[in-house]
């Protein structure tokens, strides 16, 4: 993994429990239990109804893999319609066990620490698919969308499928992020859901085809953009807070280029550097209130950003130092490790390093090791805050910055860093 770790040295009153990483078979009684759960849940969040389409599914049955997108906590719940006939077992992070241990288990969820490198990930994946004979979930991105679009999907998923040769399905939810986005999702805006579960690959076309082949079917059929999805179906979100947070992603001004400094609430985004101010309109694009509208469709706007950080990294003018507040999560219950620094740059990555319990602890994830980076948006299990995670085998660090509005910086950071190593690795 490419990680140097002084370790945390933990009380001995502390008892750190880790979910097993073989799962469970599904229990009927809390599959049924979260199924009618689901129902109501949904009528609170998905308030103009939800649909699924399913295509080249006829006769399907497990064992099968299903890859789905992920934009919010509502998919689960609907992959729980989905597949309600069979059993089928979720590919889950740690972090999702937190507070619901028993009935993650009880659902056969297979525990994984987010972007690590973890044997056990490819033994729970053959269990599932060939001694249960049941269905395998899972979200290869490993994390909700940021801005309704596809984000990272490493090259191992392919090599999974491969491996395994059965059946691939993809499952793409449109509409869940508009109704409540990462940067805002305890608001939730009227958008009608609109999922397709869609086989993409037979049995006999996973043995025939090379890891590169599967690569590139999983890449085109899990491209998606709910901003444009939005506008081809016409689809207004009428709601006065619909900008609310939209700084958290459209951090840096395109007018100024300051960063840190736009501000989203009700349905403007405002520069407070410069004073330049856009409109979020009904159907999701921005609309500059005076002069020109440098980027109307929010992704684009967002991958301006990134090539911005890139640019940086090429020149050597990016670094990233902060002091911040961590916590780890050694087990299923977080641990306040107090305040420490945290640096990331091109050449070493990122060290995090802090005191605790009598000791120092220093962890480092090298450039090469971490092809992304975990990032949360008022994360309500450490006090409603933005932070991002740096994880090792067995831990993970959460740390909340000091600095506005840096988190999706970084996880632009790390990705494109990992690119630049890996376009040329003697540097």
């Known amino acids: 993994m490419n990680e140097i770790k002084d370790y945390v040295v933990y009380p001995d009153n502390i008892e750190i429990y880790t979910p097993p990483t073989m799962p469970a078979k599904q229990d009927k009684f809390y599959k049924n239990l979260v199924y009618v759960a689901s129902a109501v849940v949904s009528k609170v969040c998905i308030r103009m109804g939800s649909k699924i389409e399913k295509i080249n599914m006829d006769g399907l049955k497990p064992p ?10 509502v998919d689960f719940l609907v992959s729980f319609r989905a597949l309600r006939k069979y059993n089928f077992n979720n590919i889950a992070t740690l972090d999702g066990f937190v507070g619901m241990a028993k009935i993650m288990e009880k659902l056969g969820c297979a525990c994984h620490r987010k972007f690590t490198t973890d044997i056990s990930l490819v033994r729970a994946v053959h269990k599932v698919l060939h001694e249960y004979g049941d269905i395998l979930y899972m979200y290869p991105e490993a994390r909700y969308t940021n801005v309704g679009t596809t984000t990272l999907i490493p090259d191992v998923v392919a090599k999974l499928v491969k491996k395994n040769k059965v059946p691939l399905v993809v499952m793409i939810h449109h509409g869940s992020y ?3 986005p990462f940067w805002d999702f305890r608001q939730y805006r009227k958008v009608p859901f609109r999922s397709t579960m869609k086989q993409v690959l037979t049995a006999e076309q996973v043995q025939e085809m090379s890891v590169e082949e599967i690569n590139e079917v999983i890449h085109r059929e899990m491209a998606y953009d709910d901003y444009k999805w939005q506008k081809e179906n016409n689809i207004k979100i009428t709601e006065d807070f619909r900008a609310d947070g939209l700084n958290k992603v459209l951090y840096k001004c395109p007018h100024c280029m300051a960063e840190g400094q736009t501000v989203g609430k009700g349905i403007h985004l405002t520069c407070e550097a410069c004073g330049r101010k856009w409109e979020m309109t009904e159907l999701g694009e921005m609309k500059a209130v005076t002069g020109e509208t ?3 469709h929010i992704p684009d706007w967002y991958e301006w950003e990134r090539e911005c950080v890139r640019k940086e990294l090429l020149d050597g003018t990016y670094k990233y130092e902060d002091d911040v507040h961590i916590h780890s999560l050694p087990g299923i219950e977080f641990i306040d490790l107090g305040k420490g620094k945290v640096t990331h740059d091109l050449e070493n990555g ?3 390093s802090g005191h605790y319990n009598g000791h120092d602890f220093r962890v480092q994830r090298t450039t090469k090791s971490l092809y992304t980076l975990h990032t949360e948006f008022l994360y309500k299990k450490l006090g409603k805050s933005d932070n991002f995670d740096v994880s090792v085998k067995d831990d993970s660090f959460y740390c909340i910055p000091t600095k506005k509005d840096v988190v999706q910086k970084l ?6 860093a990992y690119k630049i190593y890996n376009e040329n690795p003697s540097k």
Do not use: P
């Open 350 to 352: 990122f060290i995090v």
């Open 64 to 73: 099968y893999i299903v890859l789905s997108n992920h934009t919010q906590f």
């Open 411 to 416: 996880m632009f950071a790390t990705e494109e």
């Open 178 to 180: 508009l109704n409540a």
């Open 294 to 296: 440098e980027f109307s």
